[in-house]
């Protein structure tokens, strides 16, 4: 994938490890107008992954509505309209996690090394600050990897 601003550092490993991973398979939820994100995927080279455009910046609140009555999750077409057992959902805005079910695990990548304000957030249990997409993957190999 070009390195070209598009995509926060890590994205490429982020979708290769999801990728590798038996009987995981990847979503690119991006919130915009339609037209806007479909040429950001383009010119980051991710348009034949499957994505779902949002208007609605809680992704989270997406992500709930997913949520079937026996816990699992129903995605929608976009992502292949199969049920799952678990999601997870990495972002740099903290509005995408508002409303997130609690068996979601949230990384909330901050750019920055976690200190000060990010710990002043007093994020949910399920949500994690990560400082990059490394450590959003670190992360999630010592929750959903046995």
Excluded: C
């Excluded at 991710?46 to 910046?57: A, K």
């Amino acid at each position: 994938m070009p390195a070209n601003g598009l995509l926060l550092p890590g994205a490429s490993e982020r979708i290769a490890f999801a990728k590798s991973q038996p009987g995981w398979s990847i979503g690119i939820l991006t919130y915009g107008s339609p037209h806007d994100q479909n040429i950001k995927l383009k010119l980051a080279g991710l348009q034949m992954e499957r994505h779902f455009v949002t208007d609605e910046p809680r992704k989270g609140s997406l992500l709930a509505s997913w949520k079937l009555p026996n816990g699992k999750y129903k995605l929608p077409v976009e992502f292949g309209g199969h049920t799952v057992d678990i999601l997870t959902l990495d972002d740099d805005k903290l509005i995408a996690f508002t409303n997130l079910p609690e068996d979601v695990f949230g990384q909330w990548v901050t750019h920055a090394s976690i200190g000060g304000a990010v710990e002043m957030q007093n994020l949910p249990d399920n949500i994690r600050a990560v400082a990059n997409l490394e450590a959003s993957i670190a992360h999630l190999k010592t929750k959903l990897i046995s």
